[in-house]
């Protein structure tokens, strides 16, 4: 996997739990059109594998009545072997769209929310003037295992 550093202003919009319910979402935070179909993949790919391995996001199979989220039986490494072997050159912006759909962990959204999330405007301002360093905060704040 690639190493991205998430925290840089190039990413930091992907952590904001108001911007990214979909992979389409990712994407289009993050492409500015200067990269290759291959780059694009192989970061979006990294950056969704810290987001599941730190347990920031899961995946969502089905959703019922709005309220409920059936977590994927999928591990991580399967999730992003499963949306890998979709993703080819020939793929289109509505199969982008469907492929995975994501929910923010309930202690990310709670954390944000204590810290004064409740809509936003400048995440990276909110960020910088509540949160400090999100990396940091990210790894004290995630459940222990």
């Not at 992979?23 to 970061?43: A, C, D, M, P, R």
Request: net charge neutral; proline share 1%.
């Amino acid at each position: 996997m690639k190493k991205i550093n998430l925290f840089q202003k190039t990413y930091i919009d992907i952590l904001c739990p108001l911007y990214t319910e979909n992979l389409w979402h990712i994407i289009s935070l993050i492409n500015n059109n200067q990269i290759s179909h291959n780059e694009l993949k192989t970061t979006v790919l990294s950056i969704l594998n810290y987001l599941l391995e730190n347990k920031i996001l899961f995946v969502i199979d089905e959703i019922i009545d709005n309220k409920t989220f059936i977590r994927s039986k999928l591990n991580k490494d399967q999730t992003i072997q499963f949306i890998d072997s979709k993703w080819n050159e020939k793929i289109d912006f509505m199969d982008l769209y469907l492929l995975a759909w994501f929910r923010f962990e309930d202690w990310y959204i709670d954390g944000l929310t204590k810290k004064g999330l409740v809509s936003i405007k400048d995440w990276q301002k909110f960020v910088a003037k509540e949160i400090g360093d999100l990396e940091k905060w990210i790894n004290n704040n995630k459940p222990k295992e």
